[in-house]
């Protein structure tokens, strides 16, 4: 029957999707089985709507091919994520509202932004403690991305101790800091005391830059 047919067509490509391999010829498979151009053109009453239609269609296929290359373990959950991002951020700018995006090195892939923040840059955090060899290479490669991600500016902190377990720890450098060039670096020393008024001043002043290159932005 046809809902025979419906459920088995439906469950044969969410096994396929879930495999997340060749998700773009997956999903351009789907489109031919169903002839969901032909629907298009038959749905829409000019061909300049429908032609429309069919190059957006095109193109979420090329995106999630894209998508897929530049994944490890590319998933259509991580694609639609990506991708509800992406709308978050452009919506965002067209509106002309100022903000900050808080994300991760794998949602930040394909993204880019005037001014980038990146915290924590230390050890048993990046790279993380519990990484094997194999996962400190994937974790430098995830560092990699998300410093490629600042257009004009890029700041990288860490902490000179966190409390662990109930007690202070003095930080270490993440390695990953070590292999960024010299002469693109310049050094910022916090770690001198400052008295309330001063520090109320920097914060002051470190806002103010941020502002300004956000609307040079």
Not at 17 to 44: P, V
Not at 53 to 69: C, P
Not at 73 to 101: N, W, Y
Not at 200 to 214: E, Q, R
């Amino acid at each position: 029957t046809s809902a025979e047919n419906l459920f088995e067509l439906i469950s044969r490509y969410r096994d396929m999707f879930r495999e997340g391999r060749e998700m773009g010829k997956t999903l351009k498979a789907l489109i031919d089985e169903i002839d969901y151009r032909d629907y298009i053109i038959k749905l829409y009453k000019t061909p300049e709507t429908a032609f429309r239609k069919i190059e957006n269609l095109n193109g979420l296929v090329d995106s999630i091919t894209r998508y897929e290359s530049g994944e490890d373990s590319p998933s259509l959950h991580g694609f639609l994520e990506t991708m509800a991002l992406t709308d978050l951020i452009k919506e965002k700018e067209e509106k002309g509202g100022r903000g900050v995006t808080l994300i991760s090195f794998h949602s930040s892939k394909g993204l880019e932004f005037p001014v980038v923040f990146i915290a924590g840059t230390e050890e048993d955090i990046l790279p993380h403690r519990k990484s094997a060899d194999k996962g400190i290479e994937e974790e430098r490669r995830l560092f990699y991305v998300g410093i490629t991600r600042a257009m004009d500016e890029l700041y990288i902190t860490y902490t000179e101790q966190r409390l662990k377990y109930g007690k202070k720890t003095r930080s270490v450098p993440s390695r990953f800091l070590e292999e960024i060039p010299e002469e693109v670096v310049s050094r910022i020393d916090r770690f001198e005391e400052l008295d309330p008024e001063e520090e109320k001043a920097y914060v002051k002043k470190l806002y103010a830059n941020l502002m300004a290159k956000l609307e040079d932005g």
